[in-house]
Structure formats: structure tokens, C-alpha cells
């Protein structure tokens, strides 16, 4: 956000100067971003209707794994057609059940003030999720700990571009496997309230986190309202199994959306075509979806995919590359035929470092995302190194990119154009503006002003340490955890959610079962 | 452009073997980028009509200085109210000019295989230009000097998606300021056979640039065939000078296209509205287009401008904020209600350094003006610190984002849907992609492979010295560098040159006159 300031003549005040008045801002946070600009299709209607019909084929014809008995089961009932594990899903079945997903739903924080909209024109940015290793705020990339954890939970919960305070932002691999959902969603309720994401790995972990929703938020509340938001992945191409599905049957019963997202490497496990790894990821998608609804028609939920494009020489995936972002805009436009909200992903890297590449691999995608009209815009900051480190000088970085790309969405604004006009009029050619009433009138909230953009002379910038964007990053990011205070909690809600905890590691084990 | 390699199974070769196939691979041009995907529009048709007729009125009523007593007698000729040096400009006149202005038109190179369309569906990529200081090829910030100028030269003739050679990719600040013109034309016209930029500081430097272009491409063609492009500014607010209408008159005469471009420091020289600015540099390039048809009819010109937001804070001009990218969105448009050639600037960046923030500013921007639709997309290679520095590793990791933005602009292919859909039936659930005879066929081309952005495993990267981006985009230059040929120039063509120059700058001054 802009640092208000005295006058717009203030300029290049020092470093201490602006360290006070940082300190002295109060914490902000943008609503959901209701989109103001149009959105940008590459797929004309005869498009969009033939990756449909193919994807319908796939459906129809080459059919999906369901590898779990009991949502084979659902899908018998239903009338699909069973041949092991592979279910073929006739259309008429699988769009039905898919038009019984709710369009748009408000996702409920502890702060109502910070509940947020899910689907049609809103977008709402989501931190990096489930990285195992983090780039540590001495920049040293080494295993992530649930201190790591809390620390960005804590920074989400102050970045204003953030809706969601997010879930395993990184992996506490310092706890036991089978406890540290417990801890993650305590963290993330404790240290934010702002939307959160729960945990969906195996079935009692599931059960687990609406069970502590419930403190939260009262468990009737629970069951009528979206309070978290999960991710379960298809294993592409088309298998969803038992792990995932005992998640999405946990809450989708509880009506707590979940991401249905196809793991998409594309040209391993996709076709090597963009536009053919749409159809097989709309089909998976929309399997998943459909599935969803056999369990609880009328459970929100959120088609989605996340994507990456394989180097047909090295075997890796690449991150950032022009066919994600043409492939985005397909979904996208696929997501909008259903109806559904759409989740996509934002600034993915490939890079091992906050340099140059991991900036133009997170933009290339970003701005593409943004455009394509995605509701539910994850991995929006931190994400690095494909996914394997959540860094904290990129989420601060990206954080103030989402702030810009905030912006940018609410569109141009031409109701002021009359008073600049009447400006221009006072100004003779080859004036200044800086005087004139208007600018003074609209010098705040005019033009952007980042932070952690250094726009600088180079003496100037020389003299402050010719520091980088990234060192620059990690001392805000010091800065912000230094005056970070925890959100009001309730502290018989407190002591409830501990007491859970304490509980559930008496019953788990220590070790993965 | 992404390597030929043997078979999708070749992974994880040795750099070695990687540097030998770059040395074996052909030199590779992209031909004009002709965009398959939709333009993006932020403005309904009200939204353009209301901006026209606040640009008409700042004509008509506010008015336009020009600054020279034969520009100034041209407007009176024609009918316009001169009041001292302000020419107000009736619209009915200057719409009748704008629209004497070709829509499209060819640039043509001396070697005809680079020859490029201006204009339309078409999008040329062109580097940075006019910056006094490099970020040298040991990273370090000095001076530029002819040698460098070279460098970047040979590097745009090398590289795919660089359209144009350049001009004055960075000042040759070790030659007298009335002499450099002469070399900086004949290094673009020696090391590559790409369209090239002209000089525009002054009457005379212009006439030797078109004198220079006669004895490449003979007097008679370039009279009337447009072969470089020159760039004049308008010094916002609403002042054209002497010395840029002294060099539009010289090319304007000769057919030879200028970007008249309004240099646009939103807040600073315009009102502290996005709206308000595109107004304003709207009327100022219309009056700049309007002008150079008062000179010669129908000679080809490109509207445009250079857009940066003030920080009102600091007072900085700024790169890479959303308002840019609206504001070309706007402009954009506008240039198309005219039917105009459009002119913006792509990699844009304040950051000091090739670092994170230079990336993101670059690509917030990038982006955004190829979905806008420029046509001559400048500064899209090196710029850096707001044009004071042309970085030679920024040049590289920016040339090789263009490729992506290139196929990016290809739009999708939808022909090989039945293609990848017959693929995804011979591979089952859960199996992968990576040896079916479709994915064979279409491995080199299916998704962009960069070979500068790394995406091997952080144990891989490691092993191979833990590079950034910036460090190895410099040792890519260096192997460039060390394998370039000189494109064939015919050797009468390269004394007549020569003479040329021995002759000026016996009859030019040394020092600025």
C-alpha cells in the first residue's frame, strides 16, 4: 500500500524516515478483488465447444480411475459405467451433477471483515503451498520448520494482498507426519484470521481440521459455511485415488470447498499439445468435481488444475513458459462454460534463487492468471524452485506485485478525467504538475508506489548500500515480523484447540503408520 | 529457440555437450510476429470517444507549442490559429493529416530475408536505447563506449526474436558528441543486416543518417522505401522543439518513419491521472503525426509515446507499476481508433541491478503491451535504472523472454487436437506421455524450452556452481560473442561508407558546437 505522506514535494527523505513511518502504519488489508477489467479469452465459442466435446469423449469413452471402492460405489448408483477401477461417465450424468456446484460463495474468516468471495468476477491470491525446504530469512535454503511456518502464516496475515493466510505454506518436517496438521491449522488460526486452508492427506486429518474449524467458528457454523479451503490433486492422467478422495468425501460433507486440481506436467502427463492438455485436464477436473456432488450436491467446491510444461530435454518441468499462460487462458475460458469457480496458480518458479529468472518465470504467469479471470489465484507468493522452497523474500516481493496486480484489476478509473482536463489548462507547455490542485488532491492514490522497488538515482541508491531487491525484501521482512501482534483469539477458544491437540497426539502415532 | 536434440529420453546431458550443439546451431531469425490472439481492450467505445474528444479540445483550445519558426509557418499554411509558438489545431484539420498517415507499411532491411511489416496484426521487437552507462559484460556500471555499442549490435543481429539492430543501444561516450552518429550507423549497418535506427538530435545528423542509408540501399530506394526508424520525443507537456521537428522534417521529406513519441513522466508532466495522461500524450502525438504530414503527405510515421509514473513520494520516475500497463491499454486503443502504427516500450525497469525487481518491472510491462498490441515494441531488450544503463545480461535474459512472448503471440493451435486426443487413448491411467509416437513427433515444438531460465534440480544446478540467471546470461554472451560472423557487406559499399565518414568528420567539429 502507498505510505501516506505530507505533500508530494517531500521527496528522497531517508531511509529512518520512512522506517518510522512504515512502523506507524496501521495494518491493511484489501477486500476481495472484484475485477474491473474485462477478461481475455484466446478460444472463440467454436473452441470452446471442441475441447468440450473431446473432453466429454474422455469422460465418456476412455474413462477415469476412481481407485477407491467406495466412490466406485457412489458412481455405480448413479448409473456411470464401472469396468474395475475405471468409471465412464455418460454427459448428461456428469454436467448434471456439475451444474449443482454453486457459482460463487463467500468463504468465511474468524475476522468477518476478512471473509472473502469465491467465484465470478472476484479473485482472491493464496500463498505457495507444501514446500518441504524453505530459503530462510538469512537466504540459506535448509528443511522448513513449523517456526518457518508460523513466520509466514504471521506475514500473510499483514501483507494486504493476501486474502488467505494460507495452510502449509511449508512443510513443519520438525513434527511427526501424522501430527502436523494438527499444528498447522492451530498456527494458522492462531496467528491470522484471515481465511485458511486445512489439510487433506488422508482421511482422519481431514476430519481432524473441521473438528478444530468447529471450535472456531461453532460446529453448526461449520457445517453450513465455508470457513477453509483444501486441495486435492488428480494424479493426471486420470487417476484420482483413495487418499485424495477420502478428503474430498470428509468435506464435501461438511460443505468445505475443496481445490479439485488436476497435477498437471504437461507433455509427460498430458499429451504434448496445449490445447490437448486442457481437454484431459478439463475431464479430470470435472470428474472430480462431479464426484463431489455425489456425495453433497450443492457443496461448494472449485475446479482448478495446476500447471507446469515439461523440457522435452532435460525431463524437468519448467515453470513460466508461453504455453502455461496460453493454457491458463483456455481454462479459464473452460472453468467460465461450467460456471465454476476456478483456481489456477500464480507465481510459480523454476529458479533455485530470488533472481532475475525467478521474477520473469512469476510474472510471465501472474499477469496471464490475473487476465484469464482465475477466482482462486494459489501459489501467489513465495513459490520457488518449482514448488520444492517457499522463500521468504519472494513472498514479501510477490506480495507487493499482488498489490500492483490489485490495482491493475480494479480497472482504469475515467470518472477524474474532467478535473485532470481542468488541471491541464493551468499548466503551460513545458510545465510541472507537481503544484496544481489536483495533483495535490490525488498525489496518494494517483500512481503506485511500491516499497521494495527501489526506483532510486544509482548515487542514491549507491549510498543506501547498492542492496538488491531481495536483500531489501529480508529486512522488511524482519521489520514486519518485529512489530507483528497476534489477532485477537478468544482464549477459551485458545485453550479448546489446544486441548484438541493434546488429545489427537495422545491417539496418533509419532511415526507415519 | 530451443535446440534440436536427438530423442525426449536425452535428458541431463553435460554442459559440455549442450555448448557444442549452441556453437553448431544455425543463426535463427524470427520473421515479423503476425499476433493470432486477441487484443486486449480496458476501454469500451465510449470509454475511446470520451478520451478523442478531451484530445481534440486540448488541440483546439489548449493548444500545442511548436517550438520553430518553419513548423510554425507549416501550421499557419495550413489554417491553423497560431498565437506565438502555440498552434491551435482545428480537428477537422488535423484528423484529415493523421489520416494521410499509412496503416501498415514495410521496413526494410539489407538483407530482405529481415525485412519486417510495421503496423496492423504485425509486432517487431527493437532493443533498448540512448543509455549513456552499460552494466558491462564483468558486471560492472561505467560509461559506454563504441566497443560496447558494437557488442549490443552484433548481439541483436544474433539474436531470434530482436527484430531491429538498434541505434544508439547505449551513447558511444568516448567519440565526440557531433561525430557519433556517424558510427553509430555504420556499426549498425556493418554487424548486421537487420532494419537499424537513425539519429534525431539534429537537422544535419539526420541528413548524413539518410545520406549513410543511400549508399547501403541506393538514394533512389530509400526516397521512397522506409529503411531505419528514428525516434523524436515531444517534451510533455504539450512542446515539440526545434531540434526534434528539424529531424521529423528530414525524415518526414525522405519517407523514412519516426516514432513520434510523447515523453510521458505521468504526474510530473501530465495531470496525476492515467486517463488524464493518455489524453494529454494522445494530443501530443497527434499533433506530432499531424505535423510530419504537413511536411510530406503520406510519409510513413509511428504514433507513440514513453510511459513512465512519478513517485509522488520521491519524485522518481517509476517502471513496471499497473498504471503503465493500463495506460497502454488505453493508448493502444486510441492508436487504432486512428489507424496508426503504434509504438511502446516493453522492458522497462528502474532496478539498478539485473536482479529480481528488474525482472518483475520488465515483464509487468511486457506483457502488457504485446496484449495491448504495440506494433514497435522499443526498449524490449537491456534497458535498466530508467534507461541510464544498457545491461548486457539483461539483454540476453530479455531477448530470450521475447521468444516466449513471440510464440505466446502465435496464439494456441487447435489443429492438433485429434492428434494429442488419439495419444491420450494409448496411454492408460496413471502412465505417462513421454513415449507415444505423437508426443516423438512433436517434442521440439510442442512447449518452449529456454536455456536460460534453469529448471534442473537444485542438486544439478549446484554441481554446476549454483549460477544465477544474470552470471550465466553473461557467460552466454561471452560464447555468442566468440562465434559471431559478420554478415556479408559488400566491400565498394563498406569504403563508400567509410569515405563517407572520413569526409563528415573532417568537416564536423570535435567538441558540441
Not at 504471521?154 to 501424522?178: F, N, Q, R, S, W
Request: overall charge negative; glycine content about 8%; proline content about 6%.
Amino acid at each position: 500500500m502507498n505510505t501516506p505522506v505530507d505533500a508530494p514535494e517531500t521527496r528522497r527523505r531517508g531511509r529512518a524516515a520512512r522506517r518510522r513511518e512504515r512502523l506507524a502504519t496501521p495494518l491493511v488489508s484489501l477486500p476481495t478483488l472484484v475485477r474491473n477489467i474485462p477478461l481475455y479469452e484466446v478460444l472463440d465459442a467454436e473452441g470452446v465447444e471442441l475441447i468440450h466435446e473431446e473432453s466429454m469423449k474422455i469422460l465418456e469413452e476412455a474413462g477415469i480411475d476412481f481407485r477407491d471402492a467406495e466412490a466406485l460405489e457412489y458412481w455405480k448408483q448413479a448409473g456411470a459405467e464401472i469396468d474395475g477401477q475405471l468409471v465412464r461417465i455418460p454427459r448428461e450424468l456428469l454436467l448434471g451433477l456439475v451444474a449443482t456446484t454453486p457459482e460463487e460463495f463467500t468463504l468465511h474468516a474468524r475476522n468477518p471483515a476478512h471473509s472473502v468471495r469465491i467465484g465470478g468476477r472476484n479473485t482472491v491470491f493464496v500463498p505457495t503451498y507444501g514446500s518441504p525446504y524453505v530459503l530462510d530469512r538469512a537466504h540459506e535454503r535448509r528443511y522448513s520448520t513449523l517456526a518457518d511456518l508460523e513466520e509466514f502464516h504471521k506475514l500473510a496475515y499483514m501483507l494486504p494482498a493476501l486474502h488467505l493466510t494460507g495452510g502449509i505454506t511449508c512443510e513443519p518436517v520438525d513434527l511427526p507426519v501424522p501430527r502436523r496438521h494438527l499444528h498447522i491449522a492451530y498456527s494458522a488460526l492462531k496467528h491470522s484470521d484471515k481465511p485458511y486452508m486445512g489439510a487433506t492427506v488422508a482421511k482422519e486429518r481431514a476430519e481432524d481440521n473441521v473438528a478444530m474449524a468447529g471450535l472456531v467458528f461453532g460446529e453448526d457454523f461449520v457445517r453450513d459455511n465455508p470457513v477453509m479451503v483444501s486441495v486435492c490433486n488428480c494424479n493426471s492422467p486420470r487417476v484420482w485415488d483413495e487418499t485424495m478422495l477420502d478428503a474430498v468425501k470428509v468435506y464435501a460433507r461438511s460443505n468445505q470447498p475443496v481445490l479439485l486440481s488436476p497435477f498437471v506436467l504437461a507433455g509427460a502427463s498430458t499429451p504434448a499439445s496445449s490445447v490437448g492438455a486442457v481437454a484431459q485436464l478439463n475431464a479430470e477436473a470435472l470428474a472430480g468435481i462431479a464426484f463431489s456432488q455425489l456425495v453433497n450436491p450443492g457443496a461448494p467446491m472449485i475446479y482448478g488444475q495446476f500447471l507446469a510444461t515439461v523440457s522435452m530435454r532435460s525431463g524437468a518441468p519448467m515453470a513460466g513458459t508461453p504455453e502455461i499462460s496460453l493454457m491458463n487462458f483456455m481454462v479459464g475460458q473452460m472453468a467460465r462454460r461450467y460456471r465454476l469457480p476456478w483456481r489456477s496458480s500464480g507465481m510459480t518458479a523454476g529458479s533455485k534463487l530470488v533472481d532475475a529468472q525467478a521474477a520473469y518465470e512469476a510474472s510471465m504467469t501472474m499477469q496471464s492468471v490475473l487476465l484469464a479471470g482465475a477466482n482462486f489465484v494459489f501459489h501467489a507468493a513465495g513459490w520457488l524452485e518449482g514448488g520444492m522452497t517457499a522463500s521468504f523474500a519472494k513472498f514479501l516481493l510477490d506480495a507487493e506485485q499482488l498489490e500492483m496486480y490489485y490495482r491493475f484489476g480494479e480497472g482504469p478509473k475515467l470518472d477524474d478525467l474532467a478535473a485532470a482536463m481542468a488541471a491541464l489548462r493551468e499548466v503551460p507547455p513545458g510545465g510541472h504538475y507537481l503544484g496544481t490542485a489536483h495533483t495535490r488532491e490525488n498525489f496518494q492514490t494517483a500512481f503506485f508506489m511500491p516499497e521494495l522497488l527501489d526506483n532510486n538515482s544509482w548515487d542514491q541508491w549507491a549510498a543506501e548500500g547498492s542492496l538488491d531487491a531481495t536483500t531489501r525484501a529480508l529486512a522488511k521482512c524482519e521489520e514486519m515480523l518485529a512489530r507483528y501482534e497476534a489477532p485477537a483469539l478468544d482464549a477459551g477458544v485458545d485453550e479448546a484447540l489446544r486441548a484438541f491437540i493434546r488429545r489427537r497426539e495422545a491417539e496418533l502415532p509419532e511415526g507415519v503408520e
